[in-house]
């Protein structure tokens, strides 16, 4: 699949796939349910202390803030057990990382000891950070997971495209389940490159077969229904499957959906940026952990995410739809352990 290509059309036949987990590292939000609005003032998540421990040492503050996000995810969906250790199937379980500067300062960093002292200055402690797929790794070796393993860094929609990746892999038999980070650091580098101040961001979901988490007793929180990546929104939302027959009850946007009228005026919209900051590759997956707490909330209609737009090279639009199971006025939105 290209960078421009369509990314998923909606197939009748396919495989369902939907989030069973879903986790935050993220300053200011407590829960998934908190990203529909107003923030709450406390409760919330602190890179102080919740970035620190044995475990996180050695590790660039992308992948500790990937490595908390993961961790909740996977105990929301019930696949770990009261020893953080991993229950799942390890060797078919695949991580998906969506960052556009997550190790960039680690880049900057090792560019700047090679060209002070030579390649003999640097750290073998800090040469692995260097890697894209630093992130994605760390998070496999963790919960020993053995399954496809890969890293999404392609602009504004790289989190709507590793979801996409992430449930075509289940669809085609190459995964029978998902980590999904879309995470970017707070630091100055990235507040250099971004022009303004970056935000500390992660947020994890789990992505399974719906026969596989209906057969083990997972509450499936959405169902991820179709997705494109196309030139425009007009061709993205059509390929998506999205349509005037189908009520969108929430459509979460970037500046550019907030500015379209594509969609009935009626549609409740939310711009995750305007009130978080900057999330550039944590942006979609953040969409879809939304997009969960919307249709367990008893809220009427679909949830529609998109990004990108006519100051990018493509637009990304998922759909997202509740599971039948679902019966909002008796579920609460899930907490951090």
């Not at 349509?243 to 946007?253: I, K, M, Q, R």
């Not at 939304?290 to 737009?309: D, I, P």
């Not at 509740?322 to 909002?328: D, F």
């Amino acid at each position: 699949m290209s960078a421009t290509s369509t990314a998923h059309m909606r197939n009748p036949n396919a495989r369902e796939v939907v989030v069973t987990g879903i986790g935050l590292a993220l300053p200011g939000v407590a829960t998934y349910g908190d990203l529909l609005g107003p923030l709450p003032g406390e409760g919330i998540f602190d890179p102080a202390t919740g970035l620190s421990g044995r475990e996180l040492r050695h590790k660039d503050r992308a992948s500790r803030l990937a490595l908390r996000a993961a961790g909740f995810a996977l105990h929301d969906a019930g696949l770990t057990d009261a020893d953080a250790t991993f229950t799942g199937v390890a060797d078919s379980t695949a991580v998906v990382v969506s960052t556009n500067l997550g190790n960039v300062d680690s880049v900057c960093e090792a560019t700047d000891t090679i060209a002070r002292a030579g390649v003999m200055g640097l750290s073998p402690l800090g040469l692995p950070q260097t890697s894209s797929n630093v992130i994605a790794g760390w998070v496999a070796i963790r919960y020993r997971l053995r399954g496809p393993n890969l890293t999404v860094c392609n602009g504004v929609t790289s989190g709507l495209d590793a979801l996409s990746w992430a449930r075509n892999l289940i669809v085609a038999g190459r995964a029978e389940a998902a980590v999904v980070v879309g995470v970017e650091p707070a630091n100055d580098v990235v507040t250099k490159v971004l022009g303004e101040q970056s935000t500390d961001a992660a947020v994890a979901v789990v992505l399974e077969p719906a026969d596989a988490a209906a057969s083990r007793g997972a509450r499936p929180r959405a169902t991820i229904t179709g997705y494109a990546r196309a030139r425009n929104l007009a061709a993205a939302l059509v390929s998506a499957g999205v349509t005037e027959e189908e009520s969108v009850g929430l459509w979460l946007v970037d500046e550019a959906g907030a500015r379209s009228g594509h969609l009935l005026a009626a549609t409740r919209r939310i711009d995750l940026e305007a009130q978080l900051g900057p999330l550039s590759g944590a942006l979609g997956v953040l969409q879809c952990a939304a997009a969960a707490a919307h249709l367990e909330s008893g809220a009427t209609g679909n949830v529609l995410a998109t990004a990108g737009g006519p100051r990018h090279d493509a637009t990304g639009a998922l759909l997202l739809t509740p599971w039948p199971a679902i019966r909002p006025s008796t579920q609460e939105r899930g907490q951090h352990p």
